[in-house]
């Protein structure tokens, strides 16, 4: 069976980024950096403490990330990936959104407001990384 999971790219702050994630989201937090695989003989050491592989899962959410590793490419921090956070309650939303969003943009950030088919917001938070929530409406 196939499993579509979130990768996202860090510009050197991958660690503390999915550090941030777990803190927001739970769960576990596997980091492994470059020194600590066979790949350190393939790369320069000032990439050896970067981020290879970070794999944070909590209950059914998954995703992983590493450090930028291209030596002659730039990477271009923006849109070009987001996380969509859908189902739960309001109140595990709200929670989570609330983690999220310290440090966040203010001007790209839509706070949880209750729509037809449920509540909904979006934020990008403090490393770029844009978030999709929807589900139950708010609690009366």
């Known amino acids: 069976m196939l499993n579509l999971t ?13 550090a941030f994630y777990r803190d927001c989201l739970g769960g576990e937090l ?19 403490d ?3 592989n970070a794999r944070l899962t909590s209950g059914v ?6 450090d930028w590793l291209h030596q002659s490419r730039t990477p271009k921090p923006g849109n070009t990936v987001c996380m969509y956070l859908n189902g739960g309650t309001y109140s595990e939303l709200r929670a989570i959104f609330d983690s999220l969003s310290m440090g966040a943009d203010p001007q790209l950030l839509d706070d949880l407001h209750d ?26």
């Open 6 to 18: 979130p990768f996202l790219l860090f510009d050197g702050d991958c660690a503390e980024a999915m």
């Open 30 to 48: 596997v980091l492994t950096k470059v020194k600590d695989t066979p790949m350190r003989e393939q790369v320069p050491l000032e990439l050896h």
């Open 50 to 52: 970067k981020t290879i």
């Open 61 to 66: 959410i998954e995703f992983t990330a590493t």
């Open 115 to 140: 729509l037809p088919f449920g509540s909904y917001g979006h934020l990008a938070d403090r490393y770029g990384v844009h978030w999709f929530f929807q589900g139950d409406k708010m609690e009366q």
